[in-house]
């Protein structure tokens, strides 16, 4: 249920499909095309001013130092877990991470406006969250703000961490395939995926399964959803999404102050 005007490009699917807008809704829209090449955008900007990682990387927002105090406003990666970290302070950066390899998203707190690109798959193993945010997602004034792009699928990982609940406040974009959940028809409910930001994808993404009785949904396996529209994305967007806009038809070729 939404009070705003929809358009989409998926066609009508009765009665499957019968979604209630208060603004009305269009069905059957022309889709928009996810440009590809603005993946390599993000290498570019990365290795100009950015944090640029080879190969498979962890990666953590905010981990615990050696005295067990939280790295706020830090974004650390490595190899694997037998290597160390390396941390680097986000404000120091353009703001754009870029991995050559897959990306395994150990979860944290962002404290600063980050965007983690790959040219591969990223796995989310934790929640991911604001620093000022609560249970109801980011705080009026917040300025925290997370882009999470990859080429092909974001995955929220079948892990003991995502058992019960993941919250997940980014904006996300899957260039070439979806966002969705791993092994979303096996095993136990998990309890509630919650998202604070947006969803871009090329092709939607299972997260569970389930079915209704009567008017209720009963959820066999995976999660049930909590989507949440972070409005903040009307008026800004991650570091680096101006390369991408979402629809490719606008890039910045020069720009100039003006008093």
């Given at each position: 249920?939404?009070?705003?005007?929809?358009?989409?490009a998926d066609p009508s699917n009765p009665p499957f499909d019968e979604p209630t807008f208060d603004g009305g809704y269009e069905l059957g829209a022309l889709g928009v095309a996810l440009p590809r090449d603005a993946i390599n955008d993000f290498r570019d900007e990365a290795r100009d001013g950015g944090i640029y990682a080879r190969g498979a990387q962890q990666v953590i927002l905010g981990r615990l130092d050696d005295r067990g105090r939280p790295m706020h406003g830090y974004v650390s990666y490595r190899r694997n877990s037998r290597r160390p970290w390396t941390d680097v302070q986000i404000s120091a950066t353009n703001g754009i991470m870029f991995v050559n390899g897959h990306v395994e998203l150990l979860g944290g707190r962002l404290d600063g406006r980050l965007t983690i690109a790959t040219n591969a798959t990223m796995d989310i193993e934790n929640d991911v969250v604001y620093r000022d945010s609560d249970a109801n997602g980011p705080k009026q004034y917040c300025d925290d703000m997370l882009g999470l792009v990859a080429s092909s699928h974001i995955r929220v990982a079948y892990n003991a961490a995502n058992r019960r609940d993941c919250v997940i406040h980014a904006h996300m974009i899957s260039v070439g395939n979806s966002f969705k959940v791993q092994n979303h028809s096996?095993?136990?409910?998990?309890?509630?995926l919650t998202v604070h930001g947006g969803i871009?994808?090329?092709s939607r993404g299972a997260v569970g399964t389930g079915y209704l009785w009567g008017d209720r949904l009963v959820i066999r396996s995976g999660y049930t959803k909590d989507y949440n529209y972070d409005r903040r994305l009307a008026f800004g967007a991650p570091p680096g999404y101006e390369l991408f806009l979402l629809t490719g038809r606008y890039r910045r070729l020069a720009w100039?102050?003006?008093?």
């Open positions: 249920h939404s009070h705003y005007h929809l358009v989409s096996s095993g136990r409910p998990r309890g509630t871009c994808q090329k100039r102050e003006v008093s």
